[in-house]
């Protein structure tokens, strides 16, 4: 009898759970399929105005102190307003996410076991969203990047500082694979010939292989806009060591190593008026979909099936193969593109394969329980408790896709000199273009342009502000 009661009370627990689930697993998202939606200026002010709204009729989903939305609902409602141009709302959103990354962080020291435990019998979606550290550190480039667009120089340094901290912080969780490269890069250093470097910054430096491990964690976008933060602040020296940085990262790997060369070369040189920087940010990053599984069991009796949920990664398009950048005046004309020096899908997968090693064992754990819930279920109550059990199974068996889906799928640069009495035109081809006219009392004026693609058919979005 004692045995039946104890079944009766899991019975209970598992109606109850079921019932958690099914809320926790429906919460609908406020942003967007971004691949059926034709993505222009007009569609995101539209939703940044529905963002808006919301947060009038509920301050308190503002509140640092309450948890009225999932994380990853801050990171994509903010990216919504960064795109709309509403940049004070969208601030505010990536300044919610990041005080509550800062808890998060602080609270994985101090975590008890069963906090983690307790999701084996439910799902992690009933928990608080733990954005992998390539989320973390974007949002405080997306925070620096609305400061310097609203002219705000010294907040621009403030969060790319920021930023870097949480990169360092990634040194730590991945000590492991960074002690594996590192041992893997020391045999191979015995068969390697050595090659005349060409560069003039690999000729000043002799040990930029050593970034090599990190260059699977490390985002370069950071330090090269603070590289680009030191030189316009008057810190040569710093700005030459963070271009320094980013070619390391780089280096074997992506084509824009020129273009960082000519970066540390303006930081050496100390030149640094009349410049225009571009940055593209081009196209989506991995998408997270769920693949599920179903695995028979036989029991002694019977057959019951399991449902394993995992989640995997969909690439998506490019918004271009590059952006062009034409320099022109009455008779003559240059014709210059933007190359890749991060690809953000690189970063996703790497930290993807991560975070798997620890979603694999614990979803086979959570089936192996559910496994057992459901023969005893079916043994001990028979229709009814098959049919609960089941329903229990189907509804924790839901993979975690959260994510921040309008991270970019590549980051593309290139530095251009300004010439006196010239124009310049940005565009990606068959899109509208962003012309700007310079003559001899603002040739000397240095810019950043960022560029935001999306899909091929959707609108480029072009972002403008001054350097000091």
């Given amino acids: 009898m004692k045995i039946k009661k104890y079944i009766n009370l899991s019975l209970f627990l598992i109606v109850n ?3 958690i689930s099914l809320y926790g697993c429906t919460q609908t998202p406020v942003y967007v399929n971004p691949s059926k939606m034709n993505l222009n200026q007009k569609f995101f002010k539209k939703k940044s105005q529905e963002i808006e709204n919301e947060i009038k009729k509920n301050p308190s989903i503002l509140d640092k102190d309450k948890n009225l939305k999932s994380l990853d609902w ?28 800062n808890l998060y962080e602080q609270k994985l020291l101090s975590q008890k076991l069963g906090e983690n435990l307790a999701s084996i019998f439910v799902n992690d979606l009933i928990k608080d969203y733990t954005p992998p550290i390539y989320e973390r550190v974007f949002v405080n480039v997306y ?15 403030i969060n790319l500082n920021r930023a870097i901290e949480r990169l360092k912080y990634a040194h730590t969780i991945f000590e492991k694979e960074i002690s594996l490269y590192k041992e893997k890069e020391t045999k191979k250093q015995k068969f390697k010939i050595k090659k005349e470097s060409l560069s003039p910054i690999e000729k000043e430096y002799s040990s930029l292989d050593l970034y090599k491990p990190y260059q699977d964690f490390e985002n370069p976008y950071v330090y090269y806009l603070k590289g680009i933060y030191y030189l316009y602040d008057g810190e040569r020296l710093n700005s030459m060591d963070m271009f320094k940085t980013v070619y390391g990262l780089i280096k074997d790997r992506e084509p824009a190593t020129d273009i960082i060369s000519k970066a540390w070369e303006l930081a050496k040189s100390n030149e640094k008026r009349g410049y225009l920087w571009v940055i593209y940010l081009n196209g989506l990053s991995f998408k997270k979909v769920e693949k599920k599984f179903e695995i028979p069991i036989y029991t002694h009796n019977g057959v019951i099936l399991i449902s394993v949920a995992l989640p995997t990664l969909k690439e998506r398009k490019k918004g271009s193969d590059t952006l062009y950048i034409v320099v022109e005046n009455t008779t003559s004309k240059k014709v210059y593109s933007t190359k890749r020096f991060v690809n953000v899908d690189n970063l996703v997968a790497f930290e993807f394969r991560q975070r798997m090693k620890y979603i694999v064992p614990k979803e086979i754990l959570r089936a192996a329980v559910k496994a057992l819930i459901q023969a005893e279920s079916k043994k001990h109550f028979g229709f009814f408790g098959n049919l609960v059990s089941t329903i229990y199974t189907k509804t924790t068996s839901k993979a975690d896709t959260r994510q921040w889906i309008w991270l970019p799928k590549e980051i593309q640069i290139n530095i251009i000199k300004i010439p006196k009495k010239r124009k310049i035109t940005i565009y990606v081809p068959n899109h509208r273009k962003y012309t700007l006219n310079f003559n001899e009392t603002n040739s000397d004026q240095s810019k950043i342009i960022f560029v935001r693609s999306f899909y091929p058919k959707d609108e480029v979005i072009y972002y403008e502000a001054n350097l000091p």
């Fill in 143 to 157: 925070m620096s990047h609305i400061d310097l667009l609203k002219n705000n120089f010294n907040n621009f340094n």
């Fill in 74 to 101: 801050y990171e994509n409602s903010a990216s919504i307003c960064y795109f709309a141009k509403n940049y004070n709302l969208s601030y505010n959103l990536f300044d919610y996410a990041d005080t509550k990354i």
């Fill in 17 to 19: 759970t079921t019932f």
